[in-house]
């Protein structure tokens, strides 16, 4: 398993810009893929955007354009740079983690961070 620390959220305006960090506890290049993920009030988990080990990115269609995601393989950690935020974007947002282990897989979640933008 792998253990994540996420970092960065916290209360901005609409139309400003926040960067989560998530730090593993093991080296990027054995963990088979990334992402962050948010949980906005009464709503579902939903995908915001991934990474894979090989640096291969994808986006939910509601941030592309405004978030990226990037990876830091020397510091273990992921980035999500999140610009031109709006209301509709708070939330608690998590970092995910996929480990392969033979013909099984492990998700592994960080604690969330919270981000909330106010109108």
């Known amino acids: 398993q792998v253990q994540l620390v996420e970092s960065g959220g916290g209360l901005v305006q609409a139309g400003g810009s926040l960067r989560l960090s998530c730090a593993a506890s093991r080296s990027l290049f054995s963990i088979y893929a990334m992402g962050w993920y948010r949980q906005r009030p009464g709503k579902q988990r939903e995908l915001v955007a991934g990474?894979?080990?090989?640096?291969?990115?994808n986006y939910a269609d509601s941030v592309k354009g405004r978030f990226t995601i990037s990876s830091d393989n020397a510091k273990n950690t992921i980035y999500l740079q999140m610009n031109s935020l709006q209301p509709e974007d708070t939330a608690v947002y998590y970092c995910h983690a996929e480990t392969v282990y033979g013909s099984s897989t492990l998700d592994s979640w960080g604690q969330g961070t919270q981000v909330t933008v106010s109108s």
């Open positions: 990474i894979s080990s090989g640096g291969r990115t």
